[in-house]
């Protein structure tokens, strides 16, 4: 992949949508950590948390690009982003349970140890849309990290007003996770020099998810309905 290309810029794209849409978590944990620290620590929380995890996370997701190169690792990573994507779409988390500290280094350890945890879903998909390309994976950290931080209040309203921002993150998602797959060694035979197989494998995978999390959307709120 050449640098600036038009296939680099789409690639960088879909890194920072992936990460603003699977960060939403990461934004309530750092506003949950933040605000039991005294307000004039609550910056410094957040500063130094989000540079945590930006470091952890950018060394989890080289450990993941590096793993990916293990034949079958591709499709097994691809397989399981399909189920992540779908559980975007369906699932509600709770963080109800999270311990949080009252300290300055409490409240930026709870922010490291919980990206590194909910970060896995993210680190599997930006290693995937990257390709082995970790230049790209640092860029798209580093604009998305500090949106997420800085904008988290708004990029969650923004979601609560316009669900269908979570239906367009889940697409490519599965989108990528189509490609991851396609990409598998083991498959190279099947999908080389039919790119149409590829592009066909990715549209079935993305309707699928967004019409099997549609439909399942549909039923919980009528079951919530009937209540």
């Not at 079958?72 to 509600?92: C, D, H, P, Q, R």
């Not at 990029?155 to 269908?164: D, F, N, S």
């Not at 959307?217 to 009937?226: E, F, R, S, W």
Request: net charge positive.
């Amino acid at each position: 992949m050449e640098f600036f290309s038009p296939e680099f810029w789409s690639v960088l794209f879909s890194i920072i949508i992936i990460d603003l849409v699977l960060a939403g978590d990461n934004a309530i944990v750092i506003g949950l950590a933040a605000r039991h620290v005294p307000k004039e620590q609550q910056k410094k929380v957040i500063l130094w948390g989000t540079l945590g995890a930006i470091i952890v996370r950018s060394i989890l997701t080289l450990v993941v690009v590096w793993l990916l190169e293990i034949p079958g690792l591709l499709l097994l990573g691809g397989l399981l982003l399909i189920w992540i994507a779908y559980k975007l779409l369906v699932e509600e988390k709770k963080h109800d349970n999270m311990k949080l500290g009252d300290s300055l280094w409490a409240a930026i350890k709870t922010i490291i140890v919980a990206d590194a945890v909910m970060g896995l879903d993210n680190v599997l998909a930006v290693a995937g849309a990257a390709h082995g390309n970790f230049m790209l994976v640092i860029m798209g950290l580093l604009i998305s990290v500090p949106i997420v931080v800085w904008g988290s209040t708004i990029i969650l309203k923004w979601v609560e007003r316009y669900p269908g921002i979570i239906y367009i993150g889940a697409g490519v998602l599965a989108w990528t996770a189509a490609k991851m797959i396609a990409d598998e060694p083991f498959l190279t035979q099947f999908f080389a020099g039919n790119s149409m197989l590829k592009w066909g494998l990715g549209l079935i995978v993305t309707a699928g998810v967004l019409l099997t999390g549609s439909i399942r959307n549909k039923k919980i709120k009528l079951a919530a309905t009937d209540k």
